[in-house]
């Protein structure tokens, strides 16, 4: 069974497009306030046996603020797994309602910007290093340039996936090589019971070595809403649904994406129950391509 992390997309910046991020996070914004924020819920999966820490250059000053915690709890780089994301820049400027969050670039440009500033704050903890949302159109899959420098870190490589197409993207991956070895060695990919498309090229990539990462394991928060399942998770859908994820036989680490102590403990909550008979939420299953424009529809709070 996989173990739970915590994602930071939505700690590290005052905006993201989880249903309901708006009225957890409440009216304070500030730089101080975000980052207070991050450190208790650190503390919170910390105290409840959470190792796996996932941050991104774009998600805002998460990168600096795992940093200022990792320093200030005097946690081992040996204690802990640390990965990181390159690919996507943080465009808001802590502005409410700026009509740009992020730009993507997958350019070798981009890594050798990026790069030395995930360095920079997670040095030593740096355990794995992420394309950020790879797919088979930014191109990144077919860029020599781009794949040889990512050869060339010195630390584990991996991708993470968007989009309906994630199961081509990762086939792809998978069969990439620089002078006979994988470029490649994680995938962290978005399976939940409304999108379990990618579950079978997930499986591919266990067997093939690769550690599965899962993310947005309650669909950007939908999963959280009472009645979004018609009672097919009962009561509690967010802990099933999570509960899911983590009974799926190719998954390494499911991550958290928790905004307060509150919903951290109810996915260790979650962590602990027996996961759902899959017959209870197979009926779930959505197209692919409506899943997919409905998160891209979903408005950043």
């Known amino acids: ?7 930071l997309a939505a700690l590290g910046r005052p905006e993201y497009l ?13 730089v101080a306030a975000l980052r207070r924020r991050c450190h208790e819920v650190c503390d919170a999966a910390w105290a409840g046996g959470v190792r796996w820490f996932d941050a991104a250059r774009s998600y805002g000053l998460a990168e600096q603020f795992l940093s200022q915690w990792l320093i200030e709890r005097h946690i081992r780089p040996a204690d802990v797994t640390v990965s990181s994301k390159w690919g996507y820049t943080y465009t808001a400027g802590w502005q409410p309602e700026a009509r740009v969050q992020e730009v993507k670039d997958h350019s070798a440009a981009a890594l050798a910007r990026q790069w030395p ?4 704050f997670l040095g030593p903890w740096l355990d794995l290093y992420q394309v ?4 088979q159109e930014s191109g990144i899959l077919g860029d020599p340039a781009v794949l040889q420098a990512l050869a060339r870190l010195g630390v584990p490589v991996g991708l993470s996936l968007s989009g309906p197409g994630q199961a081509g993207t990762l086939r792809t991956a998978l069969a990439l090589r620089i002078e006979g070895q994988p470029v490649f060695h994680a995938v962290q990919a978005t399976w939940n019971v409304l999108e379990p498309s990618v579950g079978p ?12 990462i899962v993310k947005e394991a309650l669909a950007n928060g939908r999963l959280a809403l009472p009645g979004t399942t018609g009672g097919a998770l009962g009561d509690r859908p967010d802990q099933a649904a999570l509960a899911a994820a983590l009974a799926q036989p190719w998954a390494d680490v499911v991550l958290s994406g928790a905004v307060t102590t509150e919903q951290l403990h109810a996915n260790l909550a979650a962590a602990a129950a027996p996961p759902p008979d899959p017959e209870r939420y197979a ?10 424009s409905q998160r891209s529809a979903t408005p950043w709070t």
């Open 117 to 120: 500033e995930t360095r920079a």
């Open 1 to 7: 069974m996989a173990v739970l992390g915590l994602g």
């Open 201 to 212: 090229a997930l499986e591919e990539a266990k067997a093939a070595g690769w550690t599965v």
């Open 283 to 292: 009926a779930l299953a959505t197209d692919p391509d409506a899943y997919w």
């Open 132 to 135: 950020h949302s790879a797919t």
């Open 18 to 30: 989880t249903v309901g991020h708006g009225d957890a996070f409440g009216a304070d914004r500030s």
